[in-house]
């Protein structure tokens, strides 16, 4: 395993290693839980006694596979310092950090995201969550992980449009803090597209390094933390309106900052060139960027969006940019939502 790179989030120093695949569980101990799930496990010929594989898709994060982590971990003997070792997608490290974070008020949690999601998103940060009563990642804790171990050459054995779906938060992570970055995915697509590796293992250290600076800054949301979000308030209205699942996060993610430009050019926030290059960039990846792409009522995405957890002092605070690298937070009337959404 290469020499990881490590950045503090609170009180918790999270190392990111990356490895390949062969090495990524050749360490587990006794006093170990892996939490997989069905895609994941087929990535492994042999595992640690104590393991559990999980249904595979966005339904499973919820109460009861958290239930069913927790009663592993009694069942295994594992006390607080014990490792929980998670290995999956967003679903998996968004569960298996929250389960870690209620046992025993909380014990080691080492992440291996599989997904480019996950490895530039999910896993690293501190934030764990399930959905619940139909919303989005509507509990959860603030727990970040002690280890993440990242296998590049996992991300070939990936679906396109889930690796797209990384690749949207990718795009995100360069909109606002990297402009080389952005630079690499307007002039590099095919290369992109091909998942030549030695540019993701570049795009996945940039992304890291981007959410890094952010998180190391605020690591629990008081301020600039919430420059994350850009899109997702739009994003997490999106996927609970179609069904959780329905979209990939990251298709929500890529529609929501397109509506989160078009917002910002409305209220005179946004440079419109700025929103011509970012939307043609989202497009070259054929991603959805047009209100009438999803057949979902204003009226309900508003109301979805007055539930969401970023309220302050009740307004929901929407992330907008002027240009590429200034972002802004700002509060939105439902009248602007309307004609953005129209």
């Known amino acids: ?144 992980a002690s280890e993440i171990r990242i296998a590049i050459d996992v991300l070939r054995t990936l679906p396109d449009r889930e690796y797209l779906s990384g690749l949207a938060e990718v795009i995100k992570s360069a909109m606002l803090a990297d402009s080389d970055l952005f630079s690499i995915l307007e002039e590099r697509r095919d290369q992109v597209l091909a998942r030549d590796e030695k540019l993701l293992e570049e795009m996945v250290r940039r992304s890291i390094a981007v959410k890094a600076h952010i998180v190391e800054a605020d690591p629990t949301e008081r301020n600039i933390r919430a420059h994350l979000n850009l899109g997702h308030t739009f994003a997490h209205a999106v996927e609970s309106a179609v069904g959780l699942g329905s979209w990939t996060h990251g298709e929500a993610v890529a529609w929501g900052i397109a509506c989160a430009l078009d917002a910002g050019v409305r209220t005179r926030i946004t440079d419109p060139d700025y929103r011509q290059r970012a939307v043609t960039l989202l497009r070259a990846y054929g991603y959805r960027t047009e209100p009438g792409d999803i057949a979902v009522k204003p009226e309900r995405l508003i109301e979805l969006m007055t539930s969401d957890k970023k309220k302050k002092g009740g307004r929901v605070r929407f992330i907008l940019q002027r240009n590429l690298c200034e972002t802004v937070l700002q509060p939105l009337d439902p009248e602007l939502l309307r004609e953005v959404l129209a």
């Open 1 to 144: 395993m290469s020499t990881g790179i490590s950045y503090h989030i609170g009180f918790t120093t999270t190392t990111v290693a990356f490895t390949t695949r062969e090495n990524l569980l050749t360490d587990a101990a006794p006093a170990t839980l892996v939490v997989l799930d069905e895609n994941t496990r087929g990535l492994f010929s042999s595992l640690s006694p104590n393991y559990l594989v999980l249904a595979a898709g966005e339904a499973q994060k919820a109460w009861n596979n958290v239930d069913r982590i927790l009663k592993s971990a009694l069942e295994a003997g594992l006390g607080r310092d014990g490792t929980i070792i998670g290995v999956g997608g967003g679903v998996i490290c968004d569960t298996v950090a929250f389960a870690a974070s209620l046992y025993m008020r909380g014990c080691r949690l080492v992440l291996v995201p599989t997904t480019l999601l996950a490895m530039v998103d999910a896993a690293f940060g501190g934030k764990t969550g399930i959905n619940f009563d139909g919303l989005k990642n509507m509990v959860g804790t603030f727990y970040p």
